[in-house]
C-alpha cells in the first residue's frame, strides 16, 4: 500500500501530459507571446477565410497579431500607470453584464412568444393603409432580357419572337433560347427595378431609364453580340409600386411591430408586477 499514492500521482502526470501535449496541438503553435498571454496559430487561421491569397493571408495575420498585441499592450499601460479608482471597472462590468442578460432575456421572450405567419389579408391591409409609402423613385419593370450571337444561325429566330406574350409562345422562347442564346432572363416574371435591368442589359441607369420612357423593345448591338430587350410592363418613377413588389418588406415591418408590442407588453408587466409585490420601492 506504501507504494500506491507515488504510482497513483504518476499515473495523474502522464495523463496531465498527454491532456497538455493534445491541447497544444489542437491550439496549434505559439506566434506571439506578451507575458502570460499568448497567441496561438490556429486563433489566426480561424480569422482568415479559405480561398485567400497567400500575400492576402499574411496582411491579415500581421493585422490581428497587430490587434491582438494592441490591446494587451494597453492593459498593461493602463495596469501601471493608472490610479486604483482609474482601473476599477466594476460597475461598468455589472452594467454590462445587466445589459448582456437583460438582452438575451428579451430575445428568449420573444423567440418564444413570437408569431411570425403574415396572412396575406395582413399584407392587403398594410398596403392599403400605408400605400403612399411605396412610391419608387426609379422605374419598375416586367421585362426579359436575351443575349445572343449576332452570327448565330438563331438570330432570325429569336429576333422575329423576343417581345411574345402568350405563355405557350414564352415556352418555345424559352427552349429555343436554352440551346441558343448565351443568356435568357426574365427576372422570373418578378418586378425589378431599372438598376436591374439596366445592369442586365449593359447599359448605365439614366440610359436605360431613357429607353423604356420612350418604348418597350429595344435591340442593343456590342461586340458581336445583340441584346435584346423587351419590357412587358412598367411602373414610373414617382407612382405606387404594387403589393407582389412589397411583400417581404410588408412581412418584416409587421414582425417588428410585433417584437416591440411584446418588448412593451414585458416591460410595462415587469414594473406592475414589482410594484405590486413590493419588489419595487419607490421612494418620495
Given amino acids: ?28 503553435h505559439i506566434v ?26 499574411l496582411a491579415m495575420a500581421s493585422q490581428y497579431m497587430d490587434s491582438w498585441a494592441l490591446r494587451r499592450l494597453l492593459t498593461r499601460k493602463a495596469e501601471k500607470d493608472l490610479s486604483k479608482s482609474g482601473k476599477d471597472v466594476s460597475r461598468q462590468v ?10 438575451r432575456y428579451e430575445k428568449y421572450y420573444i423567440d418564444s412568444r413570437l408569431d ?15 400605400s403612399q409609402l411605396f412610391k419608387v423613385t426609379q422605374s419598375l419593370v416586367k421585362a426579359r432580357v436575351i443575349t445572343v450571337l449576332t452570327k ?16 405557350s409562345a414564352i415556352a418555345e422562347l424559352e427552349e429555343l433560347c436554352d440551346a441558343s442564346a448565351e443568356r435568357y432572363t426574365d427576372f422570373e416574371g418578378a418586378w425589378v427595378p431599372a438598376t436591374v435591368l439596366a445592369k442586365e ?17 429595344a435591340e442593343l448591338k456590342d461586340e458581336g453580340i445583340t ?15 404594387p403589393l407582389e413588389y412589397n411583400v417581404e418588406h410588408i412581412r418584416e415591418i409587421i414582425i417588428s411591430k410585433r417584437k416591440q408590442e411584446l418588448l412593451s407588453g414585458l416591460e410595462r408587466d415587469l414594473l406592475n408586477d414589482a410594484k405590486s409585490d413590493k419588489t419595487l420601492r419607490i421612494y418620495e
Avoid at 455589472?94 to 438582452?103: D, I, K, V
Fill in 1 to 28: 500500500m506504501r507504494h500506491a499514492l507515488p504510482l497513483f500521482l504518476a499515473v495523474m502526470l502522464v495523463l496531465s501530459s498527454c491532456e497538455w501535449a493534445q491541447d497544444k496541438m489542437h491550439r496549434g
Fill in 152 to 167: 448565330s444561325p438563331y438570330f432570325d429566330a429569336i429576333k422575329k419572337s423576343y417581345m411574345v406574350t402568350d405563355e
Fill in 201 to 217: 442589359a449593359a447599359m448605365d441607369v439614366s440610359q436605360c431609364e431613357k429607353l423604356i420612357a420612350s418604348k418597350s423593345s
Fill in 94 to 103: 455589472e452594467e454590462f453584464r445587466n445589459n448582456l442578460l437583460g438582452y
Fill in 32 to 57: 506571439a507571446r506578451i507575458g502570460w498571454d499568448v497567441l496561438y496559430s490556429t486563433e489566426i487561421e480561424n480569422v482568415i477565410p479559405s480561398g485567400v491569397s497567400t500575400e492576402d493571408s
Fill in 116 to 130: 411570425t405567419t403574415v396572412t396575406p389579408e395582413e399584407l392587403k391591409e398594410y398596403y392599403d393603409t400605408h
Fill in 227 to 241: 441584346r435584346f430587350v423587351f419590357v412587358r410592363e412598367r411602373i414610373s418613377p414617382g407612382n405606387v409600386s
